[in-house]
Structure formats: C-alpha cells, structure tokens
C-alpha cells in the first residue's frame, strides 16, 4: 500500500526557532498533500492543502506566515512552523493522496510529527 | 509497512441497522486505538477512541471493542442513520514509539 513518511518524529526546541516537518509519499506521486493538526485525543485540524508547485491554500484561521508550506517536488511537502512558541507544541499530521484533486476521500496519511516547544 | 488495515473499502447498510467497521493491526504494542469520522472535503473528525486495557468503549449510538489476541478493533454503529455516511478511519497509537499508524479507510454508506 502507499506509504507516507514524516521526519523527524519528535523535535524538541526552544520558543522563537524555527522548525522545519518534511512529509514524503514513499512509493507513489502526490500532486497534493495536506497538512493536519492534533491535539490528543482530538480531531485533525486541516491546516492547509499543499499543490505541487503552487502555493499553498490555508484554512481560515491558519496564519501563512507563521506555517510556511512549500511543495517543492511531487513526493515532498515541508511545513515551517516560524518562531515557534510554546502554544505551537502540538502533532501534526500529514496526508497525500495519489491523484490529482481535492481532500478526496482515499488519503494516506504520515506517521505525525510531535512538536514539543519549551 | 501498514501497521494497521482496514480490508473493506466500502460498506452499505440500510438506515436503522447495525453498521460494523472493522480494522486489523499487526503491532501488540498499541497503547490505544481512535476512529476518525470525514465527509468529503473536511478533515476527519475524532469519533470515540479505546485504552489497550479495555475491550469495550461506548459512547451513544456508536461502541469500539478490542480484540487484543486477535489484535482487532471494531466500530459498532446502532442504529445507522443516513448522516453517518462517511469515510471511517482507524488509528492506532503507541507511546513508546511516537507515532500515529492510520488505516486505509472505509467508505460507509447509510441508504434510507
């Protein structure tokens, strides 16, 4: 099956860094990848759909500058999370799916990112 | 490498009758276990999770058992109503490595 990778699993860093999460589709193409947040137990909070050589579309609410997303190739997403501060630390969540088109419904989802901000 | 499987991509059932989601897991070291609700176009929403302690959860119409020997966990739906029509996904979670595992999905479709 497709599979979707994130790096690092866990990062721990201090308020005002920046960190950088990279989603990669191991086996498949992903023209369009999404990129979610968790809080335990909770839902994924969609945070933005990255397209492949164009800009991302964020959801309401999602500060563009703050999590920069860039989807420089068709098996590679990173989102940046600027001047992180404590209130950031949380897991996030990527997803692909291996066809062109919107949040369809048969998406691959990454392993998640535990972000940690002291 | 999936961890955890959701073998039935789709799945019918008639309004007011039981709709049972099933997912399979292959690491014995979960330490608990979620269902994710999506419509089209949104991100999943968290329905009812389960602790690796427990064999049952409930909540309302909806209840997960585990089934640690044969390391699977279902979603009971009674009754079914037509707006539980969704994709349904599993999740599976340990502490000691970190890391979320979800299935592949099942599309559940509730006919009135």
């Given at each position: ?42 839902s ?75 | ?33 979620l269902w994710y609700k ?6 999943p929403t968290f329905l009812i999770s ?9 909540d309302?119409?909806f209840?997960v ?10 979603l ?12 349904y996904f ?23």
């Amino acid at each position: 099956g497709a599979v979707v990778s994130q790096h690092p699993s866990w990062v721990i860093c201090k308020s005002g860094t920046s960190v950088k999460i990279e989603c990669r589709s191991l086996d498949f193409q992903a023209t369009t990848m999404f990129w979610y947040r968790q809080f335990p137990k909770q839902s994924l909070m969609l945070m933005a759909t990255s397209n492949e050589g164009s800009k991302a579309t964020y959801e309401q609410g999602v500060e563009k500058d703050k999590f920069l997303i860039n989807h420089a190739s068709l098996t590679l997403s990173t989102l940046t999370v600027t001047s992180a501060h404590p209130e950031d630390s949380s897991f996030y969540i990527c997803s692909a799916n291996n066809r062109q088109g919107g949040l369809t419904d048969t998406q691959y989802f990454g392993p998640g990112t535990r972000l940690t901000v002291l | 490498d999936q961890q955890v499987k959701q073998n039935s991509p789709s799945l019918s059932v008639q309004e007011g009758r039981i709709s049972i989601l099933n997912c399979d897991y292959t690491n014995s070291m979960f330490d608990y276990f979620l269902w994710y609700k999506k419509y089209p176009a949104e991100g999943p929403t968290f329905l009812i999770s389960i602790s690796s302690i427990k064999d049952k959860n409930e909540d309302g119409r909806f209840t997960v058992f585990l089934n640690k020997s044969a390391k699977h966990l279902s979603l009971h739906i009674v009754p079914s109503q037509p707006g539980d029509s969704a994709v349904y996904f599993c999740a599976a979670y340990g502490y000691n490595f970190n890391k979320f595992y979800f299935g592949s999905g099942t599309k559940l479709n509730v006919k009135p």
